[in-house]
């Protein structure tokens, strides 16, 4: 039986939750760096000890995974940037090819009756404002990377003490052993999420690489590598991430092309994330469809496109630890999905 507790007290979370929200919303640029580096190095730390257990030197295996790192995020970068800026080079031959698109569907109504004005189709969906948002997006990605250093570095400083944080944890938390094993379950589960998401979003990028070669759709391999990081976005980022290629196909190829594209597409997607995932998840997540969704609105708010991709381990943590204090164990019951949760 859940006590009640007196209004005031309610009334105090709810004021702490605004000052805290408020306070992570200002900050957001300090935070998401701090996140990023604590998650990275949660899932790196393992290897540092397993290469201890091998007689690995610490040395050779922290000089070794830092390398490993830099060279993965900068490979990405230089795919993203030279593939974004020669798909920008053609912008405008595609911006053309879709006006002449909607004229020809335009067309196709006005012979069946209809009575469309072309000039106010192309001027309400803004087609030129592509063109502005991949010149931004190369803009930003010069401001991606000094992110990404200020991560990396934090990042190296984090996994170096890495073997002796646990020793700390044990002596922190030594009166209270219920709180390290509450931190101790939040733990496992973010490196046990992101070890899963990691694989199934390449699954899903390589998978989407492969019929995209197949029907010879241009940039294939930006597109595969959208598909593998919008993949950490739920809900949204896969649908996101299937536009850009749909487009190029709808202008490029006929029809049919591009509804075998939707078919993959839909495929690919429904395969791992409601049958792949599910089962190497297990009931770890337990997460309520509608709070997935609601979490990525509100992590988006208060900490930009990055909360989008934090959203559902940020909201996991807030469900451990909901569920460890009896007083707040029913909010942690509003957040769970009851098909997954155990009785």
Request: hydrophobic share 55%; glycine share 6%; net charge positive.
């Amino acid at each position: 039986m859940l006590e009640l507790k007196p209004v005031k007290q309610y009334l105090f979370y709810m004021s702490a939750f605004v000052v805290i929200t408020a306070g992570l919303k200002a900050s957001s640029q300090i935070v998401v760096i701090l996140l990023l580096s604590i998650i990275l190095a949660s899932i790196l730390s393992p290897i540092m000890i397993y290469s201890k257990k091998l007689g690995i030197s610490k040395y050779i295996s922290y000089i070794s995974i830092l390398m490993m790192v830099i060279t993965l995020f900068f490979g990405i970068f230089y795919i993203l940037n030279t593939s974004l800026k020669d798909f920008l080079t053609h912008l405008p031959a595609y911006e053309e090819r879709i006006k002449a698109l909607i004229i020809s569907g335009v067309d196709f109504f006005d012979r069946r009756g209809f009575d469309i004005d072309p000039k106010a189709v192309i001027e309400e969906l803004d087609i030129s404002s592509l063109f502005k948002f991949g010149a931004g997006t190369v803009g930003n990605i010069g401001i991606f990377v000094s992110k990404t250093l200020f991560v990396l570095i934090g990042t190296s400083f984090l996994l170096f003490e890495a073997p002796t944080f646990g020793k700390k944890l044990a002596i922190i938390f030594k009166e209270n052993p219920s709180a390290l094993q509450n931190f101790t379950l939040f733990s496992k589960t973010v490196k046990k999420y992101f070890t899963i998401k990691v694989f199934t979003s390449f699954l899903t990028g390589l998978f989407i690489l492969t019929v995209l070669l197949y029907f010879d759709i241009q940039y294939a391999i930006l597109w595969g590598l959208l598909g593998f990081l919008l993949n950490f976005i739920p809900v949204i980022g896969s649908i996101v991430a299937s536009i850009p290629a749909l487009l190029l196909s709808l202008i490029n190829d006929d029809i049919s092309t591009t509804l075998w594209l939707i078919f993959w597409y839909l495929l690919i997607n429904n395969f791992i994330s409601n049958i792949i995932e599910p089962k190497l998840m297990g009931q770890e997540l337990g997460l309520s469809p509608a709070v997935v969704f609601f979490s990525l609105i509100f992590w988006g708010w208060v900490l930009g496109p990055v909360g989008m991709f934090l959203a559902v381990i940020l909201t996991m943590t807030l469900k451990i630890a909901f569920d460890s204090n009896q007083s707040t164990k029913w909010i942690g019951i509003l957040l769970s999905d009851l098909s997954k949760r155990q009785p």
